[in-house]
């Protein structure tokens, strides 16, 4: 028996396995079988029968085993239970049935009889569409013999196209590798064509092709953007709804993809023809330009509709797009140009300036030039309209119509143009954005060089504009000088003055200087030039504007590499060792020819104010290359010996005072030992300082100590005067201590603490301090502790003592003594030994400096008002501390429990009230160091720490309240003032404590709510006639602590919304009874109303009350009855809230 009888007998459901098998020597590729040539060889009678019986054998296994309960067999396959057939026998003859009705399809002759074939198919079609997810290769092959028949073009082709395409969109959304499905989708694309838009068969297929306009991979893909251009064509009636899908996504694309889509509608509107173009420019061509006149320049939505008609604008000198664009403009683009809204005429006008020139092609040249010149006026007009933004925009377009069109303009229309910019628009004194944009602007007009001639000559009329008022003008027009050097337009100062570039340099900002120095550094260094160069043109800058040199060449590392900076350098230090004293060993200075010569050619004489100069430059030079000699540690060696071995020189050379400030800064670049004479009396400078010292003396000075690794010896000196400085019994903290000081002087703690104070607030010294270790840092530490004494002693003592140390050395002591421990603590975190410190403080304050505050209100002595003061200045000194503690996370329970009792002392102490903007800082961080997570599971627990610790706050923050209250009462303008200054540390704690929605802290707003409704209660029982029952509009008809609480509430959303859910909770807990507490309610809302916040809660509070409402009807005859009165204005304005 031959192959092929052979293989026709196995196309049974008996010889099943037969077939099967010769299936698998078909996969094998070291097996000689082949499918496809045994059919191919098969006579065409004996090919039908092979189809009928493939048939008969996918009847009965489909029979057997329908594709609906393979994934069942399968199940009970796992759970070893019998099946009625094995799924994986059926799908490997299903496979095997695919895979030569594919082969036979390939093979298919003209005049062939294949109504067999047909049925197999159909058979394998309806397995397709009921297959299960996980039968994807067996999808995969009947999909592409779906796909073959409707690519071959026979009978019921429609049915199995449709099916090939709707898998193959689906497949596009979810597969890894989507590119080959999209080729597949685009070559299906005609399936279309067969499908009917209006049947309810095709909306699944309708929706998924409107996915396609969601999905990036399809409008970036060459493939898929043929395929959504196709789309347009499909149905007229489908192209608004392709339209309306893509402007609902459009804002969220960026730039690329917008572009993308814009070819997209570009190639749809070329390919498109009959009603199908007129549909795409009526409804989407014109809808975007009616979008990019109308939209708020605000939206999203605005530019990306604007980058779409840019693409088409930039399509223009085609005939056909000059024709639809003038047909779609005609409507709507001249009357947007003239209506009152600036936005639509601004929007307008920019589209126009695109697109000029809108004309018609079909006319006549007398027709188009008559038309473009009505344009160019109206262009003209629009540089006149009295908006800004509008005079803006046609300023941009102006420009860009120059730009593109000089050569085709005549003359006198360009020198109009541009005269009107430059001489009106850039001195436009009513608006700097005008004055900005002709600047960006003329940029654009100088990539023309044709404009070169013309603006050289007006350019200069403007000079003037480097000087004004507006910082972004001055950067627009740099940036415009530059790109006139860019361009070689003109010489740039020609156009303004080297002395005004220079002058302005010296004063402005980062953002201004910049761009000088990116206009002049290649006049200033040259860097294809000699060093010997650079220096004459450094010593030319200093010598023209030396702060404009040093604001020069802090910049200038952004222009060069730092090789030339160093370079710079070192011939700087040529330069200044040819102004050395004659008598010097200039063999151990110029070490060579080059140096020499540099000497030679470069002399200074004794022009200190150059040398000056040269010093200050050089230091910012090192600055700016700091970093890169670190990275470079040979070139950082070099670089220091050759300055090492002449620094010292220079400190004998150049003793005027502009001099030494910079030889002292470049010392701390250097080690010690270069500078030795220098180094050794720092230390004693630094002790010779007057108390009076301002920082420009010492700073310098502190900063070579700690450079040099000499921070300890500062250190001691400052622990060393402050100990001396104090009473004998602060001796003892330092009595075993080794003393260094070999000079009699008497002690300077008030210079001490300057010296504290500059090594603490830098973070560069500060390091170097902190890094010393806690030994010697523990005993300044305790030394300024022990100033506390002092304090207690000026406190209590009736007289001052002339020997014992100033008030103010002595609380500037216990301000850093507090600071330091914050310090230390965050450094050394093992334990908590300085915050024991701190609430040592605490303790003591409260102990010692609190009855000075409760004695003022008791006894009017003149000793009271001396200590009342220092009292309060010690406490604010302390709590200002503590706050800056918690802010930086660094209290724990103990600490915050400490400094929460404190300020509960405070508040209750005789001027408490004063110190509420200095707790209310410390209730926020307290506060702030949970989240609201933490106490998710301790509700439960009152004894839970934060619970205890946010009840505390919720307390203290009462007891403000009523302090504000009473302090309102008994001293109005005084409690106003009070108010006022509490009003910020009041907002931050409400923003804090409203991310807390239960106990303790929503205690919070029960308070707040409390005290504005009782404020405002009390003021509606004092009304005697029912005319003065007014609703109020403002928080300024509040009264005076609600109107200043409701200011505060209003300032945030989140806050007011907090607040109207205590409102709401108030009134569901049945705590508000009387009539006129609804009132009261009533007019706190509608302030809340009119201030337009919060208006879904706002209602949700308003129902509440409305519930409550009804309980307090008043059906008195009396019109004019107080109760009736208010019931009536109650119910008016809760309308007014309910109709928000």
């Keep these: 028996m031959s192959k092929r009888e052979a293989f026709l007998e196995s196309a049974s459901k008996e010889n099943a396995e037969d077939f099967l098998r010769f299936i698998e020597l078909h996969k094998d590729k070291t097996e000689p079988f082949d499918v496809e040539e045994v059919v191919q060889e098969m006579p065409r009678d004996q090919r039908e029968t092979l189809w009928g019986r493939l048939g008969s054998l996918l009847q009965d296994v489909l029979l057997e085993s329908p594709p609906e309960r393979w994934e069942e067999n399968r199940v009970e396959d796992m759970q070893e239970e019998p099946a009625a057939a094995d799924p994986k026998h059926v799908m490997a003859v299903v496979d095997?049935?695919?895979?030569?009705?594919?082969?036979?399809?390939?093979?298919?002759?003209?005049?062939?009889?294949?109504?067999?074939?047909?049925?197999?198919?159909?058979?394998?079609?309806?397995?397709?569409?009921?297959?299960?997810?996980?039968?994807?290769?067996?999808?995969?092959?009947?999909?592409?013999?779906?796909?073959?028949?409707?690519?071959?073009?026979?009978?019921?082709?429609?049915?199995?196209?449709?099916?090939?395409?709707?898998?193959?969109?689906?497949?596009?959304?979810?597969?890894?590798?989507?590119?080959?499905?999209?080729?597949?989708v685009w070559s299906l694309h005609g399936v279309l064509s067969t499908l009917d838009y209006t049947s309810e068969d095709n909306k699944q297929i309708i929706d998924l092709l409107l996915q396609c306009f969601h999905r990036p991979i399809y409008i970036r893909n060459d493939d898929g953007k043929r395929f959504l251009v196709f789309l347009f064509s499909w149905n007229v009636d489908f192209i608004w709804v392709i339209h309306g899908t893509i402007k609902n996504q459009l804002e969220f694309y960026n730039k690329t993809m917008a572009t993308h889509i814009a070819e997209i509608y570009f190639r749809a509107w070329k390919k498109a023809s009959g009603e199908s173009l007129e549909k795409i420019e009526s409804s989407c061509i014109q809808d975007l330009m009616q979008s990019a006149i109308l939209l708020n320049r605000a939206s999203p939505l605005h530019a990306k509709i604007r980058q779409i008609m840019s693409y088409f604008h930039s399509r223009k000198g085609c005939q056909s797009v000059d024709k639809m664009l003038y047909n779609l403009y005609k409507p709507i683009l001249?009357?947007?140009?003239?209506?009152?809204?600036?936005?639509?005429?601004?929007?307008?006008?920019?589209?126009?300036?695109?697109?000029?020139?809108?004309?018609?092609?079909?006319?006549?040249?007398?027709?188009?030039?008559?038309?473009?010149?009505?344009?160019?006026?109206?262009?003209?007009?629009?540089?006149?309209?009295?908006?800004?933004?509008?005079?803006?925009?046609?300023?941009?377009?102006?420009?860009?119509?120059?730009?593109?069109?000089?050569?085709?303009?005549?003359?006198?229309?360009?020198?109009?143009f541009l005269k009107k910019l430059v001489t009106e628009l850039a001195v436009d004194t009513s608006s700097p954005d005008v004055r900005c944009s002709v600047f960006k602007c003329l940029t654009i007009v100088l990539d023309n060089a044709l404009s070169h001639p013309v603006l050289e000559k007006l350019l200069p009329t403007v000079k003037y504009s480097l000087h004004d008022n507006s910082e972004k003008v001055r950067a627009a027009f740099l940036d415009m000088l530059i790109k006139v050097k860019a361009v070689r337009a003109a010489k740039f100062w020609d156009v303004c003055n080297m002395d005004h570039l220079l002058t302005r340099l010296a004063i402005d900002s980062h953002s201004v200087s910049k761009r000088i120095v990116d206009l002049l550094f290649k006049s200033f260094f040259p860097v294809n030039e000699s060093e010997k160069e650079w220096c004459c043109r450094c010593i030319t800058l200093i010598q023209m504007n030396p702060m404009a040199a040093r604001k020069f060449y802090q910049y200038a590392h952004n222009h060069t590499a730092p090789t030339n900076i160093i370079k710079l350098?070192?011939?700087?230090?040529?330069?200044?060792?040819?102004?050395?004293?004659?008598?010097?060993?200039?063999?151990?200075?110029?070490?060579?020819?080059?140096?020499?010569s540099m000497a030679e050619s470069v002399t200074l004489g004794k022009d200190m104010a150059v040398v000056?100069?040269?010093?200050?430059?050089?230091?910012?030079?090192?600055?700016?290359?700091?970093?890169?000699?670190?990275?470079?540690?040979?070139?950082?060696?070099?670089?220091?010996?050759?300055?090492?071995?002449?620094?010292?020189?220079?400190?004998?050379?150049?003793?005027?005072?502009?001099?030494?400030?910079?030889?002292?800064?470049?010392?701390?670049?250097?080690?010690?030992?270069?500078?030795?004479?220098?180094?050794?009396?720092?230390?004693?400078?630094?002790?010779?300082?007057?108390?009076?010292?301002?920082?420009?003396?010492?700073?310098?000075?502190?900063?070579?100590?700690?450079?040099?690794?000499?921070?300890?010896?500062?250190?001691?000196?400052?622990t060393d005067w402050l100990s001396e400085s104090l009473p004998k019994q602060g001796d003892k903290a330092t009595g075993g201590r080794k003393v260094r000081i070999h000079e009699t002087m008497d002690a300077k703690p008030d210079l001490a603490l300057t010296y504290l104070e500059y090594l603490l607030s830098h973070a560069w010294t500060r390091e170097k301090v902190l890094a010393l270790g806690q030994n010697p840092l523990k005993l300044l530490h305790t030394v300024l502790g022990n100033w506390r004494s002092v304090l207690y002693t000026r406190l209590s003592s009736a007289t001052e003592d002339?020997?014992?140390?100033?008030?103010?050395?002595a609380l500037k002591a216990f301000m850093f003594h507090n600071r330091l421990g914050a310090h230390l603590q965050h450094n050394f975190p093992e334990g908590r030994y300085y915050l024991i410190s701190l609430e040592q403080v605490a303790a003591w304050i409260s102990d010692r400096v609190l009855p000075f505050l409760a004695?003022?209100?008791?006894?009017?002595?003149?000793?009271?008002?001396?200590?009342?003061?220092?009292?309060?200045?010690?406490?604010?000194?302390?709590?200002?501390?503590s706050r800056d503690v918690l802010l930086v996370g660094l209290g724990d329970e103990t600490f915050k429990g400490q400094v929460l009792h404190l300020c509960s002392l405070i508040l209750v102490s005789g001027t408490g009230y004063s110190y509420i903007p200095a707790v209310l800082p410390i209730l926020k961080e307290a506060v702030n160091s949970y989240a609201p997570e933490d106490n998710n599971q301790a509700e439960e627990n009152e004894e839970d720490a934060t619970t205890v610790i946010l009840a505390v706050v919720a307390n203290i923050f009462q007891k403000i309240i009523e302090l504000l209250a009473q302090r309102l009462r008994k001293e109005p303008e005084e409690g106003k003032l009070l108010c006022q200054s509490a009003v910020p540390a009041l907002a931050d704690f409400l923003q804090v404590a409203q991310t807390w929605d239960r106990a303790p802290l929503s205690g919070v707003f029960s308070t707040l709510f409390a005290v504005i409704i009782v404020e405002k209660t009390h003021l509606l029982h004092k009304i005697t006639h029912p005319e003065e029952v007014i609703t109020p509009k403002t928080v300024e008809d509040m009264p005076p602590l609600s109107s200043i609480l409701l200011s505060v509430i209003l300032k945030s959303p989140s806050v007011t919304r907090s607040f109207l859910a205590e409102v709401g909770s108030s009134l569901e807990s049945e705590a508000i009874s009387s009539l006129t507490e609804l009132a009261a309610i009533l007019h706190v809302l509608a302030v809340i109303k009119n201030s337009g916040q919060s208006k879904a809660s706002l209602k949700n509070a308003a129902v509440s009350v409305q519930q409550q409402l009804h309980k307090h009807t008043v059906g008195s005859a009396d019109s004019r009855d107080l109760q009736r009165v208010i019931y009536?204005?109650?119910?008016?304005?809760?309308?007014d809230i309910l109709r928000v």
Aim: glycine share 4%.
């Design 855 to 881: 004695k003022c209100t008791s006894d009017d002595s003149e000793d009271s008002e001396k200590s009342q003061p220092l009292a309060a200045q010690i406490t604010e000194s302390f709590l200002s501390a």
């Design 612 to 718: 000056s100069g040269l010093l200050e430059v050089l230091v910012i030079l090192w600055k700016s290359v700091r970093k890169a000699l670190n990275q470079n540690k040979e070139a950082q060696k070099y670089t220091l010996a050759k300055f090492g071995n002449v620094i010292a020189k220079y400190f004998q050379a150049f003793e005027d005072d502009r001099a030494v400030v910079p030889l002292i800064e470049l010392a701390t670049f250097m080690p010690p030992a270069a500078v030795p004479t220098f180094s050794c009396g720092v230390l004693s400078r630094l002790r010779r300082m007057d108390s009076g010292a301002v920082p420009a003396q010492y700073c310098q000075l502190l900063d070579c100590i700690c450079s040099w690794g000499q921070a300890a010896d500062i250190l001691e000196l400052i």
């Design 334 to 416: 001249w009357k947007a140009l003239s209506v009152p809204n600036f936005e639509v005429r601004a929007n307008a006008a920019l589209l126009f300036t695109e697109a000029f020139p809108v004309h018609d092609p079909d006319q006549s040249t007398e027709n188009i030039d008559e038309n473009i010149q009505k344009q160019l006026d109206a262009v003209m007009g629009l540089l006149d309209d009295p908006h800004p933004t509008v005079r803006c925009n046609a300023t941009l377009g102006v420009c860009k119509i120059l730009a593109k069109c000089w050569e085709l303009l005549p003359p006198t229309i360009i020198t109009d």
């Design 802 to 809: 002339p020997k014992c140390p100033s008030v103010e050395t």
């Design 96 to 184: 095997g049935v695919t895979l030569v009705a594919t082969v036979s399809l390939k093979i298919l002759q003209e005049g062939d009889t294949y109504r067999a074939l047909l049925e197999v198919t159909h058979r394998l079609h309806d397995v397709l569409v009921s297959l299960p997810v996980s039968e994807a290769p067996l999808q995969l092959h009947i999909h592409t013999l779906c796909e073959a028949w409707w690519k071959k073009g026979l009978q019921e082709k429609e049915t199995f196209g449709r099916t090939a395409f709707h898998i193959s969109l689906q497949k596009s959304f979810i597969s890894k590798k989507p590119s080959a499905e999209i080729q597949r």
């Design 569 to 596: 350098m070192l011939a700087i230090r040529r330069v200044l060792n040819s102004c050395l004293q004659v008598d010097c060993d200039q063999s151990d200075i110029n070490d060579g020819n080059k140096e020499n």
């Design 1128 to 1135: 009536q204005s109650s119910v008016t304005t809760l309308s």
